[in-house]
């Protein structure tokens, strides 16, 4: 039997196994860009989305469809069933009654910003059946350090987040405020107790700042109860954990940094937060620029009296003579209302001095 030659059997063995061989070489590349892009995703994912692992691949029960997309001032039952979804994912939407209110947006710009990656000052506080389905999935959100004490803080300044961790897991997710990093000077009116003010009433001042809320490791070590008044402003039930700056309630609390360097959360919040945390518990603060490790502790920029603001003495009493010396009345001293009358009906002014007098009297 003739058998071929090696080369013409190795060239039709080549053309049929060619095909097959070009489809390896393909799925070759395939997965090596889909572990490449996967590498990419999980670093932009460390990187824009906090390090927060979000696992979204096991549905969950909730499968009810969206039909509409939901906003501020809507009501109804899929209202309900989304703030009941934020509240078990640990976002706050307020009361879970079907009324589409300002938690329930601020609730949202969290869940966006968060899960979604929407930069902070384009959240929409809008649910989409879109937004609606990747909510229906099974999330979970664990932190980016293991702290020393069992409840810890992660603050993320890039995105305006806030999200409190007990055991590694997460207990409240909320939208926050921070510094906006710029100069100011204002007149401002301080606490008893509170730094600047060691009186036992409330004082002002002027005082100039730098609206930073600095990057670093810190822990809880003072709190006040109700709204306070202090050199930052107005603070509701603070927490502070670097010097005068706290984690406070505040009624303002817009989608980019507004405070004077404290982190503002909503006042709905605000009224359970301080018995989420205590003394000694951790505090990191990423700012996107270094690991919180690498600055340690800092300090907040200090503050300095306002050179151009003047306290201007206000009389509320006038001092009262009780006696005089060689046993005279105080009342003597004073002139009788028939004096006083007397001398008015007896004294004639000329027009042009009185308008004079009046015109030299009077401050432009």
């Not at 640990?90 to 969290?110: E, L, Y």
């Not at 301080?274 to 919180?292: I, Q, S, T």
Request: proline content about 8%.
């Amino acid at each position: 039997m003739n058998r071929p030659n090696n080369s013409s059997y190795n060239a039709s063995t080549f053309e049929r196994w060619r095909p097959a061989l070009l489809a390896l070489v393909v799925l070759a590349i395939v997965i090596a860009v889909g572990v490449q892009q996967n590498q990419a995703n999980k670093q932009d994912n460390n990187a824009n989305d906090l390090g927060v692992v979000t696992d979204s691949t096991v549905a969950t029960a909730l499968t009810v469809p969206l039909s509409r997309n939901l906003e501020s001032g809507m009501q109804g039952d899929d209202v309900l069933r989304l703030q009941q979804r934020l509240k078990d994912l640990h976002f706050d939407p307020g009361p879970v009654d079907g009324m589409f209110g300002q938690n329930t947006v601020q609730a949202m710009w969290a869940f966006e910003k968060l899960v979604l990656g929407v930069p902070r000052e384009e959240a929409t506080g809008i649910l989409t059946p879109a937004t609606w389905s990747i909510m229906q999935t099974s999330l979970k959100f664990v932190p980016q350090r293991k702290a020393d004490s069992a409840t810890h803080v992660e603050v993320y300044l890039p995105q305006q987040l806030m999200i409190v961790f007990t055991n590694q897991e997460p207990v409240l997710i909320t939208h926050i405020s921070s510094g906006t990093g710029e100069q100011w000077c204002e007149e401002v009116k301080i606490d008893p107790g509170e730094e600047g003010n060691d009186t036992a009433t409330q004082v002002t001042r002027g005082i100039c700042g730098q609206a930073i809320t600095p990057g670093g490791i810190f822990y809880f070590y003072n709190r006040r109860t109700g709204m306070r008044e202090t050199k930052l402003g107005s603070l509701y039930n603070p927490v502070y954990f670097n010097y005068n700056i706290a984690v406070h309630g505040a009624i303002l609390v817009p989608l980019k940094p507004a405070s004077h360097g404290c982190i503002r959360i909503p006042m709905s919040v605000a009224r359970y937060f301080p018995a989420l945390v205590k003394y000694g518990d951790r505090v990191y603060v990423f700012d996107g620029n270094k690991e919180p490790e690498v600055y340690g502790s800092p300090v907040p920029p200090y503050d300095k009296p306002d050179p151009n603001y003047t306290t201007i003495p206000t009389v509320t009493s006038l001092p009262t003579v009780t006696s005089l010396p060689g046993g005279q009345s105080a009342s003597s001293l004073l002139p009788t209302a028939t004096t006083i009358v007397s001398s008015v009906t007896t004294t004639t002014i000329a027009k042009s001095t009185a308008t004079n007098l009046v015109s030299t009297t009077t401050t432009p």
